[in-house]
């Protein structure tokens, strides 16, 4: 598909001067339904995105485990691109395993991994599993029950295989790797941590460090200095870290208010300049304008259009950061919202359901999504 300025300008409805026209891939939005009906039910469902940011269903594909409800800031699902091969990854916390698929990104199809899923290492039970990927080489799962983190390694065919676990002191939630590949930075429901990625894979403890809160969700700016955590509490809360060159981190902002309720998850604009908080409890998203030494300022807030009891979960954005996309739960749905200067609205017919009476969908990623290259 092709896609130029003019038509991302449309979807977000800015009518301002227009940029030449550049060639864009297909876009594609993988929700891990985190289905718990009982048995190995779990499913991905797979969305094509239009320009104007419709979404229309590409296929449901069965991952082999078990889903749970999971705790709200784990990201669960993940994609990388190993060598010519697009691969995605999928955490069932509630048969303690991962999926693994390869995906063709010219009708955003997944085929099922030989070997697949491959066992977790962990305990996710009914709190899930996060997943987190370092230069497309290894992939990291937090198990929330047994409080470890396991590390694979990603072969060429997309396959895991299981190498070290490590004991976390609490329960790892939200965990990203810094862009460079050198440190992994975890939230554990309370005071986050930062392992030093090795050479050979193995991970190496920098920490915990102290916090104001419970951090559960996070995200990193992409020089690899800050670190953003959402706070799980009865308001808004964000907790920005810097981060040393060694993987060390200081606390230099504890963002508050009451705009909204239980801001579990983050995430960071395209260029950084701005920071998305899903207000759980709210069914909202805060906006929040980044500043030096960890400054946020307060942008604005959007009410998502709500169906039944919605909660807003985690978060995702493609490459330009033009379009937000936000899963809702109860029932399980996605809502695309257009970034509009500091400002979110949300597209018509959105939100777009999963289509499935056991879907919990707390997670999902956006091929292409952002990216620090």
């Known amino acids: 598909m092709k896609l130029c300025f003019r038509t991302l300008l449309t979807f977000v409805a800015v009518l301002s001067a227009l940029s030449p026209c550049a060639l864009q891939a297909q876009q594609y939005v993988y929700a891990n339904n985190d289905d718990d009906s009982g048995g190995d039910h779990n499913l991905v469902t797979a969305f094509k995105v239009s320009n104007t940011g419709q979404m229309s269903l590409i296929n449901t594909y069965p991952t082999g485990g078990l889903g749970t409800g999971g705790f709200n800031a784990e990201n669960t699902i993940v994609a990388a691109k ?5 691969c995605l990854f999928v955490s069932n916390g509630g048969s303690n395993n991962v999926s ?3 995906l063709d990104p010219t009708n ?9 899923p491959f066992a977790s290492g962990g305990q996710g039970d009914n709190f899930g599993i996060g997943l987190a990927v370092a230069d497309n080489k290894l992939l990291f799962a937090g198990n929330t029950v047994s409080g470890n983190i396991s590390v694979f390694i990603i072969k060429s065919n997309c396959a895991l295989k299981l190498g ?4 976390v002191p609490g329960s790892p939630d939200g965990m990203k790797v810094t862009p460079n590949g050198k440190f992994l930075i975890e939230a554990n429901i309370g005071n986050p941590d930062s392992w030093k990625i090795n050479s050979n894979g193995t991970l190496t403890e920098l920490g915990p460090f102290s916090s104001h809160g419970a951090t559960a969700g996070v995200d990193l700016s992409c020089d690899g200095t800050t670190a953003y955590f959402g706070d799980a509490g009865t308001n808004t809360e964000v907790e920005v870290y810097s981060i040393s060159a060694t993987g060390q981190l200081t606390e230099i902002n504890d963002y508050t208010n009451t705009n909204g309720q239980n801001s579990n998850n983050v995430m960071l604009s395209a ?3 701005l920071l998305y908080v899903s207000e759980t409890a709210s069914n909202q998203v805060e906006t929040l304008s980044t500043g030096a030494n960890g400054a946020l300022t307060y942008d604005s807030v959007v ?5 039944q009891f919605n909660s807003t979960l985690g978060m995702a954005t493609v490459q330009s ?12 749905q996605i809502a695309v919202l257009g970034a509009h200067g500091t400002s979110l609205k949300e597209v018509p017919n959105s939100p777009f359901s999963l289509n499935d009476n056991f879907a919990f969908v707390i997670a999902m990623t956006a091929v292409p999504g952002k990216s620090c290259q």
Not at 82 to 86: A, I, L, N
Not at 108 to 116: A, D, H, I, K, Y
Not at 303 to 307: A, E, R
Request: proline share 2%; glycine share 14%.
């Open 82 to 86: 190993v060598g010519s091969t697009d």
């Open 100 to 102: 693994a698929f390869t």
């Open 108 to 116: 955003g199809t997944l085929t099922t991994v030989s070997g697949s």
């Open 303 to 307: 009410s998502l259009n709500v169906m």
């Open 271 to 273: 260029d950084g300049e």
């Open 164 to 167: 070290n676990t490590y004991s």
């Open 321 to 332: 950061g033009k379009g937000i996309f936000v899963a809702e739960d109860s029932p399980a």
